[in-house]
């Protein structure tokens, strides 16, 4: 199945705010849409900013559900359309995030897309969000075929809905963690201090292009960290 190279202009928008082009899949906004966000935890219904998103911009619904269709075509073999695409863009390709909204990976198919990503791209640091830690097969196929990769910094999205026991689990499996939902919070469980996001924090537009020290760390470093997010 081909992948034109309009829809990868769709698919892959550039974010200013995080100075890098990113990916987007469509959340779970209404009873009768099933999104990519089936991991999602209670706080993240109660807090979500894009299902306000979604009411003030109309248009970004159907945007995100083409791009469901779009990320439903790529597969091992197209991962090449991609590299293709990469070469052409002018704007910086360093690093490319998935998701700004929704889930990458909602179901296994979604691991061997971003494998294939990854093996095709070496040039390219992918930054993968993801709550898809939370069901055990997917969360196993990530720590075994992708967080190995050289190019893909996965981190496990943390919020304060999350126990003690997952906190140590994540963090004995060697998971970078990013947490969001508490600016009080400074610590995690086990005592490590959190990396306060200079994004977020401090409101450096752009700078996830160039971080070293937080959710790309164990690739720029080689060193976990907990990455906090100041709250919206």
């Not at 909204?101 to 040039?123: H, S």
């Not at 996965?154 to 026991?165: E, L, Q, V």
């Not at 996001?197 to 401090?202: E, R, Y």
Request: glycine fraction near 4%; hydrophobic fraction near 35%; aromatic fraction near 10%.
């Amino acid at each position: 199945m081909t992948v034109t190279n309009a829809e990868l202009n769709d698919l892959f928008r550039w974010t200013a705010d995080i100075g890098m082009f990113a990916t987007d899949r469509p959340i779970n906004d209404t009873e009768n849409h099933e999104g990519s966000c089936i991991h999602r935890t209670d706080f993240c219904d109660a807090t979500c900013y894009n299902m306000k998103l979604y009411k003030m911009y109309k248009n970004m619904a159907s945007r995100d559900d083409r791009c469901e269709t779009i990320w439903q075509k790529l597969s091992t073999f197209s991962a090449v359309e991609v590299q293709q695409w990469i070469a052409k863009k002018r704007k910086p390709t360093q690093r490319i995030r998935h998701m700004t909204r929704g889930e990458a990976f909602k179901t296994m198919a979604d691991v061997w897309r971003v494998k294939a990503m990854c093996l095709d791209n070496p040039d390219v640091l992918w930054w993968i969000p993801t709550r898809a830690w939370r069901e055990q097969s997917l969360r196993e196929a990530i720590q075994d075929y992708l967080m190995p990769l050289p190019n893909c910094a996965i981190n496990a999205s943390f919020d304060p809905s999350n126990t003690d026991d997952e906190w140590r689990m994540m963090q004995d499996a060697g998971w970078n963690i990013m947490f969001f939902g508490d600016d009080d919070r400074t610590t995690a469980p086990n005592g490590q201090r959190m990396f306060k996001c200079p994004k977020t924090h401090k409101g450096l537009k752009g700078h996830c292009m160039d971080c070293k020290a937080g959710c790309f760390a164990q690739k720029t470093i080689n060193r976990t960290v907990v990455v906090h997010l100041s709250e919206h």
